[in-house]
């Protein structure tokens, strides 16, 4: 258990700082990056004093380190439109993010679990092939346009729910149903294919011969193995709710750190791109982290 | 001996129908089994026999789209015609509980051994609380001998040994003291003296609780101490069935002979382990006459035609013209 | 599962066969093929092909729904934007921008990936450390956050689209043909042939590129539809494809700010991305059963 979490953390460790190194190769791209950083009405003394900050006149491995022990300190510089440090802003924006993403990765499983356990268990009925549609129009549609097509028929049509802000429970529905859609149709698959191998394994037959009540067989014990071919990307899905974010967010003008990037790409806002980015690559691969672990909890043949 | 049999199997045909074509795992036996009584089934691998016991269980695998007909009777009451609902709470644990073949697969690996030996006790009422059931499971450990059990009913499968498994796997197919258990190749997966321990301990449930057991495998050696009758199976068929001794004795059938013959005897200078030469029939596709023909030795022309049972004496009969002849 | 062991003769005879060798028309997605296929005439046809100028505006016609409605003419028979744009001119021009994003991108990310998944996969080692986990610290950055912060740096438009998605994809190539390499490198022909001396520029084009090929036939086509979605989404954010060019990311992007009045705006184009979608992902499905019978079981 220490080991996979010592090995679990060290890379951990080495993706965040990969993750760094490319963002602060792409910054570098465009060759003037004071310009990036700054607003174009700044003035001389600003840019002077910038470049001197950023070290530009030194190698550009220097440089890096540079921008790696101001980001260890917490230093992605000053948001010019909001007035205050970039990462205290991204800070104050990701919390509403990850109630959106949590939210959503909720709505996700309690779509996914029960459609994917009964099409395993009633395989070839018709909830099987609604879960194969549901599978099928979920990978073929961008969740901003669910997000679109949601507000349109609940919002502008029928009127039951608000298509923006975020004042209470109801602004957080279509959101996330917009956010959560794409991966129901992976995890439905998933937990399928899981289930119809585990229903007919030796140990599940082991329990129906003993007596095994049906509904215990599928829910408690086909269930829980069923459940570790999914613990084992929940991460990716996770991250996808995180990455999907910026999009979601932007439809439903949702006050997370997705908008607030998006936000700051148009308004130049570099250094509040930059914390966000690596904020949300640190939560990404802390999501995995996180999920490698729970997977040794629930599978007991790795823990130890 | 009572005058009904513990388990009477008229006629059972499970015929397996895949995309392919309509599999003959198991082509019309019948067999019986008394109280206290084991009977051994043997044949080779591919030849039916755990399609048999599954039948009896009506466990099927699922995606199999097997189909049972026959007729199964237990205490007398034919057991195909109940529901699914009704075999899991009345026959599954109580009446008749199954060893399957894989002690490495058969227990759930998410789940502790305590969990799995307890809860049938709670399924069929037995005990009332789980506390209870747990005490009843750590008896249960200890009775097919398994050391320290109320410590050992925290731990998970894959702590245990390939025969400690098997045990635990025991433990819980007795939970309810059925009264028929099916062993399906129980020792197949284990060492040899790991294989005379398992079967000792069957012999031992046996003695103190008068199940019937019908002892699955493909390997005649390890029968002849437990079994009290043998029926030897060949492409979904039964080829012949009698006493342990007349089977050891007087085998009749060639495919019999051929499987004792691959036995090697202590003592005597082990013959070629006779792999008979040869494939057994396609199970899709089977002959009309005598199933074993095609690999026989001692064919005949008359073999094309399915041969009848001829009784050979005190319950021993065999399906092969030449002792129809006689 | 021979008897006998004589080594397997050095040909790649062992691949399987392409799919055009084995092509059955039985049970084709004949739709989604149909579909793709509308999709392709209608990026190659262009602009010969709309009933209107998809960039011409006409004010008076502004906010006309589709024919079948009452207010609806077949003049236009998708129905016009804020503009009084033809919704379905503007559906055919953005059939051709998904269709040169999807081209370049798919070429570009599918070669970079199968190159360094042949490489990592063939010679092992520190050259196979270092690509996975250069592919795993590009996947620490969730691919929208990545397509952002470029973004930012670059100027937005087509090329910056294509880039952005093969910086994303290529790791996904890479993987799966590494571990496919793995395993065919395990196989008789393969390891024979580097007995007899054949250099490692044989071996990759004589024995794992044609090994490999369905695999790729497969991932080429079930990212046409990951693409699309992937354009749509940065031209809906506006960093992607730019006015006055159109695609169908843009058209919903626009017709976000009326959808209100106009149902329609929001609904067509995000029926082509999902019908186009749809039909890649059904024929990539069908290609990899139809190559690939181990995984055909369930
Ligand atoms: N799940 C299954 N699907 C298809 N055929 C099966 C399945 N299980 C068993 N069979 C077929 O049924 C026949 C009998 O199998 P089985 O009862 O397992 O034999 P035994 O236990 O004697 O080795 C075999 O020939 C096998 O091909
Ligand atoms: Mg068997």
Not at chain 1, 38 to 56: R, V, Y
Not at chain 1, 153 to 165: D, E, N, T
Not at chain 3, 143 to 171: C, E, K, R
């Amino acid at each position: 258990m220490k080991a996979i979490f010592a090995k679990g953390l060290l890379n951990a460790a080495i993706s965040i700082l990969g993750a760094s190194l490319i963002i602060f190769v792409i910054s570098r791209l465009s060759g003037d990056p004071v310009s990036l950083m700054l607003p174009m009405e700044a003035p001389q003394s600003a840019i002077d004093a910038l470049k001197q900050e950023l070290g530009l006149d030194r190698p550009l491995w220097e440089q890096y380190f540079i921008f790696l022990w101001k980001a260890l300190q917490g230093d992605f510089g000053q948001s010019y439109r909001w007035q205050m440090p970039a990462l205290a802003l991204v800070f104050e924006r990701l919390p509403a993010t990850i109630y959106l993403a949590t939210a959503a990765f909720a709505f996700s499983l309690v779509l996914a679990i029960p459609l994917g356990v009964l099409s395993a268990v009633y395989r070839g009925s018709w909830i099987d092939q609604i879960g194969r549609i549901i599978a099928m129009l979920g990978q073929a549609v961008p969740s901003f346009w669910v997000g679109l097509i949601l507000i349109l028929v609940f919002a502008v049509g029928l009127q039951w729910l608000p298509a923006f802000g975020a004042d209470g429970v109801q602004h957080v529905i279509l959101p996330a149903i917009a956010l959560g859609w794409y991966p129901v149709a992976a995890q439905t698959r998933i937990i399928r294919s899981g289930m119809l191998e585990v229903l007919d394994s030796d140990y599940i037959r082991m329990g129906r011969s003993v007596g095994t009540p049906e509904r215990l067989l599928v829910w408690k014990y086909a269930f829980r193995n069923a459940l570790l071919p999914l613990v084992t990307i929940m991460g990716v899905y996770f991250a996808s709710m995180l990455s999907g974010a910026f999009v979601v967010e932007t439809v439903f003008a949702w006050p997370g750190l997705g908008r607030t990037v998006v936000e700051a790409v148009f308004s130049r806002d570099y250094p509040v791109v930059q914390a966000g980015v690596l904020v949300t690559s640190i939560l990404f691969v802390l999501s995995n982290f996180l999920v490698d672990l729970s997977y040794s909890i629930i599978d007991p043949r790795i823990r130890l | 001996m009572s005058a009904t049999p513990l388990l009477q199997v008229e006629n059972l045909q499970t015929h397996l129908h895949l995309r392919r074509g309509v599999v003959k795992a198991v082509d019309g036996i019948s067999f019986e089994v008394n109280e206290g009584e084991t009977l051994g089934i043997v044949g080779e691998s591919g030849s039916g026999k755990t399609m048999t016991c599954l039948s009896i269980l009506q466990l099927l695998p699922i995606h199999g789209g097997g189909k049972i007909a026959g007729s199964v009777r237990l205490d007398g009451e034919e057991l195909l015609q109940l529901g699914e609902e009704e075999m899991a709470r009345r026959v599954r644990g109580p009446k008749v509980a199954m060893i399957s073949q894989d002690p490495m697969t058969s227990l759930n690996p998410v789940f502790t051994v305590g969990d799995q030996v307890s809860r049938p006790f709670l399924y069929h009422k037995l005990v009332k609380t789980v506390r209870d059931a747990m005490v009843a499971a750590a008896a249960g450990l200890r009775r097919v001998r398994i050391p320290s059990p109320e410590r050992r009913l925290k731990s998970y499968p894959h702590q245990f040994s390939g025969g400690m498994r098997q045990r635990v796997v025991t433990a819980m197919a007795i939970a309810c003291s059925p009264r028929l258990l099916i062993a399906d190749e129980p020792t197949t997966a284990l060492d040899v003296t790991i294989q005379v321990q398992i079967m000792s301990l069957l012999r031992s449930i046996q003695n103190d609780s008068k199940v019937g057991i019908i002892l699955i495998t493909h390997d005649l050696s390890i029968v002849a101490g437990l079994c009290h009758r043998i029926a030897v199976m060949y492409a979904g068929r039964i080829i012949e069935t009698g006493k342990v001794r007349d089977i050891y004795r007087n085998a009749q059938h060639p495919y019999t002979q051929a499987l004792l013959d691959a036995i090697p005897h202590l003592g005597r200078k082990r013959r070629r382990l006779a792999a008979i030469p040869g494939q057994p029939p396609n199970l899709m596709d089977l002959p009309n006459g005598c199933r074993f023909a095609p690999r026989c030795p001692r064919r005949m022309a008359v073999c094309d035609e399915y041969p009848p049972a001829t009784d050979v004496g005190g319950g021993h009969t065999v399906n092969c013209w030449l002792a129809a002849k006689q | 599962m021979s008897v006998t062991s004589a080594p397997t003769p050095v040909t790649a005879a062992d691949a399987p066969l392409p799919f055009f060798v084995r092509f059955r028309l039985k049970g084709a997605p004949w739709i989604p093929i149909l579909i793709l296929v509308l999709v392709l005439i209608a990026a190659v046809g262009g602009e010969g092909l709309t009933p209107h100028d998809p960039n011409g505006l006409n004010l008076g016609a502004a906010f006309k729904p589709p024919f079948w409605q009452a207010a609806g003419t077949y003049d236009y028979l998708l129905g016009t934007d804020n503009l009084g744009r033809d919704v379905l001119s503007r559906i055919i021009a953005g059939a051709r921008v998904s269709a040169i994003v999807a081209l370049y991108a798919i070429a570009f990310s599918g070669a970079i990936g199968t190159m360094l998944g042949i490489i990592a996969g063939y010679f092992g080692g520190i050259i196979d450390t270092t690509i996975i986990r250069i592919a795993e610290i590009k996947m620490a950055i969730p691919g929208l956050a990545l397509a952002l912060i470029f973004s930012a740096t670059m100027d937005p438009g087509l090329s910056t689209v294509v880039i952005v998605i093969v910086l994303t994809y290529w790791t996904w190539y890479c993987r799966i043909i590494r571990s496919e390499v793995l395993s065919l490198r395990e196989r008789d022909y393969v390891s024979f042939a580097k007995v007899a001396g054949c250099g490692s520029i044989t071996i990759f084009f004589r024995h794992l590129l044609p090994n490999i090929f369905n695999t790729l036939l497969v991932l080429m086509t079930l990212q046409v539809g990951q693409v699309i979605i992937f354009e749509a989404s940065l031209s809906f954010l506006g960093l992607g494809i730019q006015a006055p060019d159109t695609s169908w990311g843009l058209m919903l992007s626009d017709a976000r700010q009326y959808i209100t009045y106009a149902w329609w705006g929001i609904t067509m184009p995000g029926i082509a991305i999902m019908l186009t979608c749809l039909s890649s992902n059904l024929v990539g499905d069908w290609l990899r059963d139809l190559l690939d019978p181990k995984r055909r079981q369930l």
